[in-house]
């Protein structure tokens, strides 16, 4: 059985940590096999009290690095999920419906007004799948969550679209060129899902 290293347990830690989103601060939510290290019922008997020496060893040596109960630093786990959570859906989801609001105020006065649907979504397309791509980079989360973020997306265009633009100004806006923009807010985030997926292999999945 190869040693386990302190510079073994930090770096397949920091990996795990980086694709799941946690904390630098906070201390590893992982079990052991989930960062390489095989868990007890994984070991013959002759090994395991060999591998519990050296975990008791890497404890002390590597800051951060522990075994905890199931539940150790579960709270502020969830709740920094949570927070980044609110961040993909709520928070970018009405950042790019703002672009596009203010865009379209720009070029209704101008005139290119019969356009503006079209020009919207032929220039800020490829800007919103570059910022998607920049913004769930370092991330590997599960295909099933980036079209849950392209449904909080579609339905934030939807409302607001809604809100701001038939109900505020009694306008007729509902033309193909709004039903494609809203199907690419959707498949955006999905796309970008796959394609960050297929480079960076299947998500690691947090479990306590």
Known sequence: MR???PDTVSRSWTRYRDVNRIPAGYTRQAR???IGIPDDAAL??????QVARQRSALKTLIPGVSCPSKNHNMVEYKKSSM???IKDTLGLGTGFWLIGYLASFMLYFSSFA???GWIITVILTPVTI???WWWFRAGNHPLTYYAGVGVAWTGIAIVLDYLMIVRLFQASYYAP???LYYALTFLIPVGVGLYLNRNQGEPVAAQG
């Not at 013959?44 to 009290?49: E, F």
């Open 3 to 5: 040693a386990l290293t």
């Open 32 to 34: 052991w096999s989930e």
């Open 44 to 49: 013959p008997s002759c090994l395991i009290a």
């Open 83 to 85: 927070k980044q959570c």
């Open 114 to 116: 019969g356009m503006m």
């Open 130 to 132: 570059v910022i998607t």
């Open 177 to 179: 060129d709004v039903f």
